[in-house]
């Protein structure tokens, strides 16, 4: 033998020794070993456990290893000695490490699950975890070819760890058992399809005449495959590394002469202040059409809460004919001012959505005021996501036990599908902003749901706004979202779902509160074809899971992805606002172009009016710097209108700092970028199926109206030497708490990534530090420490970059909010709500006023060291990394 029993462990190193040793034929000769010793009688041990440790290590490395064990006989021995040691632990595991490795294992399949089922009945004490884990291990490794996981099913696989791991459960020292029994599961589960037909569309109705002819115009169908799993991405190749692209160069863009004609949206640089003008919102031009349930809007108290003919609850009272229980309209003027139902309700006349709404949602109707108490993060209740996850398995273990109804389906014109029998809930999503495609129930209070794509196109599952109805009071009903797309989201870490009662509504209680328990997001069995992936395989949906129990009978209820701020409702608010100006403050509206589905989006001007008709008073206002916001450029982002909300009201405050901010600035506000798609429910895109977010480089003007006139401003300011001090778009984000900013910085791109650089292309004006720095000192829900100013080459046609590297301006931004909570300052702990979004959005203008007084400044070093005299509160938190890197800006400055 031409080794000791001492040595083998001696070529087992790893990298370039152990394929040198595998390349050698180090693999057979181990295997003609292992044959010969198996001969001697009785076989040495020693040498067996040596032998077969060391193949273990050995068979990961060679690709053949399966082939050369079974022509060699060896797999016979291996399994011949799992057979005569089954109570020899040493032993056993390095045998099962083999038996995964080999590609014939498949065929071993029944007799593996019976040694796992002979360990879990046998061994009481589980004292040899690592012989039943061994034994998964191998079970895992088979299932990872189509083969094996056909034998693990034929071998009734699924029901054996089902069964184990359900009894594991109360153990939790057990739970890397009951893990790989999961997983194994999960990857065995049978080819499924998400339970709908060919998809012809999210919404089958012909889109306006704007639209190219061609695939673009039809929305595409979609195919849902077997579970596969996901590839992490490295975020570092994202950096941008090409210097060029770096520094910001402004691009003359259109030529003057095409952008003279946006003249007319900066009147205030050329106004008459000696003739009063007074602007009226634009609004009340466009058509009207009839609007019907569930509101009647004509006879709103002939509504019942709840439908089907049965009695209201005790909060309702009869009518007069004896037609049943009426519906109340609470009177919210005082709580809510900006806010009026019947207004609503003539702007929504005026909206345009592809499948033509006739109808109203109860909350965009009632209006939402914030709740007076907290609501902090739902704490996660340990194991929840693998019993859901069991309880999905269970399907397949017990199908007798699965209704599959649908009771919903956007398809059937005659929706919902199913008959008032009081076994089902009724679900519609048919008003404004809705998005429900399809319901099923699977068990008698459990439902799937499925959610449309985007129009035109066939992903971005993750907005949901809905209406339930007909539930049963004390009832813990469980919903499932079953085609998500996102990897992770922030409902794994504190964050619920949020619903609306209309029997809340009506007892004076109009409000979004958040609920659901048990919930969870996992990937779940069905994966996204490659089409609807983007052209990328393996790509799985995802379920989002929760639990929850009606309060009130005969309740209407809505369950809503963030609190749902509708076209319908900026338009209500944009005309209550004009209601609030004074004659010192300059409010003007304008139509800054229509969008492909017909309707207009809204350009604002804010400031305050001259002191005089002086000369002096005239040139300081026509001066002044401007500053331009934009939101809601991604429709299922609804807290950045929130957030604009709370700037809009402030500015159009008051207060003394209102005052001071308009008279320092003259406001460019887009308030909404992308109606079309707010208005269908869209998450992310508009309805040429695109991301509006990264169309700045090269907007279409027919396909991008929105974007491309936008950015048309932008350059006819900067042609006049007037490009805006700061741009700022607001957006939300899913996966991340507090508020944050991301700006564009030279210098903190290439500390992020390996290019080299010289001193003369790190120079760079540090002004864009300024107001984050001063949010994360006065408001609760920033984070300094969340901030990022290094760019991306994925994010290079983006408003941020696009409007710093053509624009010129420094402080280019984008603002992000979070869907979920905070975890520092003030609001640690605690989910964020519609108040906390507006203050954040007050806030927003309070820095501004700040940033005016050091702005001023010409020495950096002194506006740093006078941003470090503001108070830093205790609820503001800074990582070590950001802290070091204003340590060196300071640093670079000093030299």
């Not at 887009?670 to 208005?679: A, K, R, S």
């Amino acid at each position: 033998m031409w080794f000791s029993c001492s040595q083998p462990f001696s070529v087992s190193g790893r990298g370039r020794r152990m394929g040198v040793f595998v390349s050698k034929g180090g693999t057979g000769i181990l295997f003609q070993i292992l044959t010969s010793a198996s001969k001697e009688l009785p076989p040495s041990e020693e040498l067996m456990l040596q032998l077969h440790s060391l193949l273990a290590k050995v068979g990961p490395k060679d690709r053949k290893f399966g082939v050369k064990a079974r022509l060699s006989g060896a797999l016979n021995v291996t399994i011949s000695l799992i057979k005569q040691n089954l109570q020899n632990a040493k032993l056993l595991l390095p045998l099962y490490i083999i038996i995964s490795n080999e590609v014939q294992a498949k065929y071993h399949v029944p007799a593996l699950l019976a040694l796992y089922l002979d360990w879990h009945r046998n061994d009481a004490r589980h004292r040899h975890m690592l012989i039943r884990k061994g034994l998964l291990v191998c079970l895992r490794n088979i299932t990872n070819i189509k083969l094996g996981r056909k034998a693990f099913i034929e071998a009734d696989g699924m029901r054996i760890l089902y069964n184990t791991s359900t009894e594991c459960l109360p153990v939790r020292t057990l739970d890397p058992l009951i893990n790989t029994s999961s997983l194994i599961m999960r990857k065995c589960f049978p080819k499924n399809r998400l339970p709908v037909p060919t998809i012809k569309s999210a919404f089958h109705y012909q889109l306006p005449h704007v639209l190219p002819v061609g695939p673009v115009a039809q929305l595409y169908s979609q195919q849902f495959e077997v579970f596969l799993p996901l590839f992490p991405v490295n975020q570092n190749d994202d950096i941008e590394t090409d210097l060029n692209k770096l520094h910001p160069t402004k691009s003359p863009g259109r030529p003057f002469e095409e952008l003279r004609v946006y003249e007319r949206f900066f009147l205030e640089l050329s106004e008459d202040f000696q003739v009063s003008i007074f602007y009226t919102a634009p609004w009340s031009s466009y058509a009207t059409r009839h609007i019907q349930s569930p509101l009647l809007l004509g006879d709103i108290a002939t509504r019942r809460v709840g439908g089907g003919g049965s009695d209201c609850g005790s909060e309702g009272a009869e009518d007069e004919g004896g037609e049943g229980a009426v519906l109340e309209v609470p009177d919210t003027a005082l709580l809510l001012p900006l806010h009026d139902p019947d207004l609503y309700v003539e702007m929504v006349k005026g909206t345009r959505s592809v499948p033509q709404y006739a109808e109203v949602a109860y909350p965009d109707y009632f209006g939402h005021v914030a709740p007076t108490f907290k609501e902090p993060h739902l704490e996660r209740v340990y194991g929840v996501q693998r019993s859901k996850i069991f309880q999905d398995i269970e399907r397949l273990i017990h199908p007798n036990d699965i209704l599959d109804k649908v009771v919903y389906d956007l398809d059937i014109p005659s929706c919902p599908v199913i008959e008032d029998s009081g076994e089902s809930l009724k679900f519609n999503s048919q008003f404004e902003s809705g998005n429900l495609r399809k319901a099923i129930q699977v068990r008698k209070y459990e439902y799937d749901l499925v959610l449309n794509s985007d129009i035109n196109s066939n992903h971005y599952h993750q907005w949901f706004y809905l209406e339930v109805s007909g539930m049963r009071v004390g009832t813990t009903y469980r919903f499932n979202i079953i085609n998500c797309e996102k990897s992770n989201s922030q409902f794994n870490y504190g964050m619920q779902v949020l619903m609306y009662s209309v029997q809340e509504a009506i007892s004076g209680r109009p409000r979004w509160v958040r609920t659901g328990t048990d919930i969870c997001y996992y990937k779940n069995h069905f994966a996204r074809s490659s089409i609807a992936a983007g052209g990328q395989k393996g790509k799985s949906y995802f379920t989002l899971t929760f639990s929850t129990t009606f309060s009130h009978k005969d309740d209407v209820c809505y369950f809503a992805y963030h609190y749902p701020y509708t076209y319908s409702t900026l338009k209500m608010h944009l005309a209550k606002l004009e209601a609030l100006r004074t004659p010192h403050i300059y409010l003007r509206q304008d139509v800054l172009c229509e969008t492909l589905g017909g309707n207009i989006c809204p350009l604002l001007t804010i400031t305050a009016m001259p002191e005089s008709n002086s000369n002096d008073h005239i040139c300081q206002f026509r001066n002044r710097p401007l500053i331009f916001l934009s939101a809601r450029v991604h429709p299922g982002e609804t807290n950045a209108s929130w957030v604009m909300k709370g700037t809009l009201e402030f500015l159009m405050g008051t207060s003394p700092l209102a005052a001071s901010l308009r008279e320092a600035y003259i406001f460019k506000i887009v308030p909404m970028l992308n109606p079309d798609g707010v208005i269908n429910g869209n998450h992310r895109c508009s309805l040429s199926g695109e991301d509006l977010n990264r169309q700045w480089q090269n907007p279409n003007p027919e396909l991008h109206p929105t974007i491309y006139h936008t950015k048309s401003l932008l350059q006819y300011l900067a042609h006049i030497q007037r490009a805006p001090l700061v741009f700022c778009d607001y957006h939300g984000h899913s996966r991340k708490k507090n508020v944050f900013m991301y700006g564009c910085s030279v210098k903190e791109t290439v500390w992020q990534s390996n290019i080299s650089a010289t001193s003369s292309d790190l120079h760079e004006d540090l002004g864009y530090r300024t107001l984050p720095k001063i949010l994360s000192q006065i408001a609760p829900a920033f984070s300094m420490a969340s901030c990022s100013f290094v760019v991306e080459r994925s994010k290079e046609a983006t408003a941020r970059v696009v409007v710093w590297r053509e624009i010129g301006v420094q402080r280019s931004y984008t603002m992000e909010s979070t869907l979920c909570g905070c975890d520092q300052g003030k609001y640690k702990g605690l989910q964020i709500g519609t108040r906390e979004l507006e203050e954040m959005g007050a806030q927003f203008c309070v820095a501004l006023l700040r940033l005016k007084r050091l702005t001023g400044l010409r020495n950096h070093q002194h506006l740093l060291d006078l941003e470090n005299t503001f108070p830093l509160g205790a609820d503001s938190q800074r990582c070590d990394c950001h802290s070091g890197s204003e340590a060196l800006l300071k640093k670079q400055m000093k030299a």
